[in-house]
């Protein structure tokens, strides 16, 4: 009797990382913004990235969502080349969801058609389904209630919130945050950060560029200091703020702390 011996099964490994950046070059012109990044987040971790301004921070996660083309290095995200000339944009964009600074909410939609807009017209969703998935959202970016309320008559950090809630309507597996709460009053600032941790606590990846040093220390698992497009040190926050070891970090953190 011929006995076949069962296929291999290579398990995946547990602690891959979701997001994989191996020294990643990008120059504008002359202008070398990232001079050879390489960092790893794993599933479920919130990293923070700080540094100073034009140091890169914004280029780097705009790479991460193939916003910016890099000029070599590799970008992987669940193992998905980000650079590969033939990558779909799309596939990748819902996996990866960013919000920026600008919100930009559709002004003349209530907050609930602004987070169900691109289910429906983008991945072409049944529309009670994505209804029911945003009012949901509402509710996880604590805004019950102001659903048929439209941007102008919601604050800076409600509108922020619901920017959010559209970027979670795609059920990305990573978010990239850069400087959300930058524009907004320290009230309203708070607000969304609480948002971005109970996101953090809920297992989200979490890539965050921030200035909230409070933020950083309290919710990320781990913090990086850019510095010329390059990363001078990055340490669990406990490590990184008590006890920097490079000068650069020191002298940054005097002067924001
Ligand atoms: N599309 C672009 N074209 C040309 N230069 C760019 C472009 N985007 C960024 N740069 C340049 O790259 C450098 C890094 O910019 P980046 O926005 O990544 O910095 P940052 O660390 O996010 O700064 P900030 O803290 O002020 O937001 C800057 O010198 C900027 O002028
Ligand atoms: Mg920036």
Same mark, same amino acid.
């Given at each position: ?76 995200? #669940? ?22 600074? &600008? ?9 609930? !058609? ?10 072409? #969703? !049944?529309?009670?389904?994505? %209804? ?25 950090? &409600? ?37 971005? &941790? ?13 200035? %909230? ?41 005097? &002067?924001?702390?």
């Amino acid at each position: 009797m011929n006995v076949i011996p069962p296929p291999t099964i290579i398990p995946p490994t547990p602690d891959a990382p979701i997001v994989s950046l191996r020294a990643v070059f990008k120059s504008f012109g002359a202008n070398n913004v990232l001079q050879g990044i390489s960092l790893d987040v794993a599933k479920g971790e919130t990293i923070c990235i700080i540094g100073p301004s034009g140091s890169g921070k914004s280029t780097l996660i705009r790479c991460i969502n193939a916003l910016v083309p890099i000029d070599s290095g590799s970008i992987q995200v #669940q193992g998905i080349e980000v650079n590969d000339p033939h990558l779909d944009k799309l596939s990748l964009r819902r996996r990866v969801g960013i919000v920026f600074q &600008q919100y930009n909410l559709f002004p003349h939609k209530t907050a609930l !058609e602004n987070i169900m807009m691109a289910p429906i017209t983008v991945l072409k #969703q !049944e529309k009670a389904e994505v %209804e029911a998935r945003a009012r949901a959202l509402m509710k996880k970016v604590r805004l019950a209630g102001k659903e048929d309320f439209y941007p102008g008559e919601l604050s800076g950090g &409600q509108q922020q919130r619901v920017a959010i809630a559209r970027s979670l309507a795609m059920r990305p597996d990573v978010m990239l945050f850069d400087e959300v709460t930058a524009a907004l009053d320290p009230e309203t600032k708070k607000e969304v950060l609480v948002t971005i &941790q109970d996101l953090a606590k809920d297992g989200m990846t979490c890539i965050v560029v921030t200035h %909230e040093m409070g933020f950083a220390r309290e919710v990320s698992n781990h913090v990086y200091l850019t510095e010329h497009g390059l990363i001078v040190e990055h340490a669990p926050p406990a490590e990184f703020f008590s006890n920097p070891k490079d000068a650069r970090t020191r002298e940054f953190l005097s &002067q924001v702390l």
